[in-house]
């Protein structure tokens, strides 16, 4: 059942006159119901599944704003959920692992998902991460209405401001909009390394140094879609968009 509350500090209403609604897909009963208190109590709407069929039916039905999703499930696992719900409509999804496996984040981050989470985690970082997605839809949704001019060329990659596209060699190329953003920052200074600090603060809004390995992880998705050869890792820093000698 939904649930209405205020949030004490106004974050969750990102749009004036709306709360927004957060879909909870995890089968552990106890961790399921953490999360839907602490997301209420921030002033979001809460609905929650507890396995695969029942997670795309409620999506479907409902249309949340936002996907809290687990990787294990009943019926079907969190991937192909993500991957219906995406068929869907886009979602911005924060999919939730119970191992430490660099594999499964980047298949879900390859489905889909635009963040992960590792468990255990804190109430307090996963309501915030929430927030952070949330505002980045919008100001997705604020590009997209005032747009920059012209198609972005480096050598054979080429960024469409406008329309959110990404080809290289003349093949378009599907990111995630985390993916598109990340490329998009690199790209606005390119050859210039960026810490992952800024990368975080800049991409996620985030500036807890903890979410570095999001970084890494959302680096090397991108790299396996555009090409490894155009990101360079300086190490101990952070990366760089290589671009073709002038």
Known sequence: MEQTHTSHNGTAAATPGAQRRVLVVEDDPTIVDAI??????????????TDGPAAVDTAEAWQPDLLILDIMLP????????????????????????????????????VGADDYMTKPFSMRELAARVHVLLRRVERAALAAAT???????????????AQRRVRVRSEDVHLTPTEFDLLVCLANTPRAVLSREQLLAEVWDWADASGTRTVDSHIKALRRKIGAERIRTVHGVGYALETPTP
């Open 36 to 49: 839907a208190a602490r997301l209420r109590a921030e002033g979001f709407l809460v609905q929650t599944a």
């Open 75 to 110: 019926g079907f696992d969190g991937l192909e959920v993500c991957r219906r719900v995406q068929a869907q409509r886009p979602v911005p999804v924060l999919m939730l692992t119970a191992r430490d496996d660099e594999t499964d984040m980047l298949v879900g981050l390859g």
């Open 147 to 161: 747009p920059r001019s012209g198609i972005l060329r480096l050598g054979e990659l080429e960024i469409d401001h």
